[in-house]
C-alpha cells in the first residue's frame, strides 16, 4: 500500500512539472497565465491562457515514453468532452465574450515540446 501511495506522489509531482514546463514554454510564446488547475464537478482544466484577445484552455500531457501510446493520443474523445464541460462551466462564472482555442501541450520523457494549436 505504501508503494502505491509513493507511486500516486510522484505521478503528480510529475504531472505538476509537466504543467509549469508547459505554463514556461508557452509564456515564452507570447501567451498569459490566467489560471492554472481550475477544478470544478465536470473535470479540471490544466491551463487557462490568453493569447491576444483569445482565450486559450490547454491540456497538458506529459509521457515518459510511447511504449503505451504518445501523450497526444492519450487525449481521447471522453477526455475531450470533460475538458468542454469544465470549459464551459469556468465561462459560466466568468461571463467573458470572447474568442476560445482549445490546445494540447504533450511532452514527452527527452523533453520534447509538442504545442498543438486547435487541437480539437
Not at 468542454?84 to 482549445?102: M, N, V
Given at each position: ?21 508547459a ?75 470572447c ?9 514527452s520523457?527527452?523533453?520534447?515540446i509538442?504545442?498543438?494549436k486547435?487541437?480539437?
Amino acid at each position: 500500500m505504501l508503494g502505491s501511495i509513493k507511486e500516486k506522489a510522484a505521478h503528480l509531482v510529475r504531472g505538476k512539472n509537466a504543467e509549469g514546463q508547459a505554463q514556461d514554454f508557452l509564456v515564452g510564446k507570447g501567451l498569459k497565465l490566467v489560471s492554472r488547475n481550475y477544478r470544478c464537478k465536470q473535470g479540471e482544466l490544466d491551463l487557462i491562457m490568453n493569447d491576444g484577445r483569445t482565450l486559450v484552455i490547454v491540456e497538458v500531457r506529459y509521457r515518459k515514453s510511447d511504449v503505451y501510446g504518445s501523450a497526444l493520443e492519450s487525449v481521447t474523445a471522453s477526455k475531450q468532452a470533460k475538458i468542454i464541460a469544465a470549459t464551459q462551466h469556468y465561462l459560466s462564472t466568468i461571463r467573458r465574450d470572447c474568442p476560445l482555442r482549445f490546445d494540447v501541450v504533450a511532452i514527452s520523457g527527452n523533453g520534447s515540446i509538442n504545442w498543438i494549436k486547435n487541437a480539437f
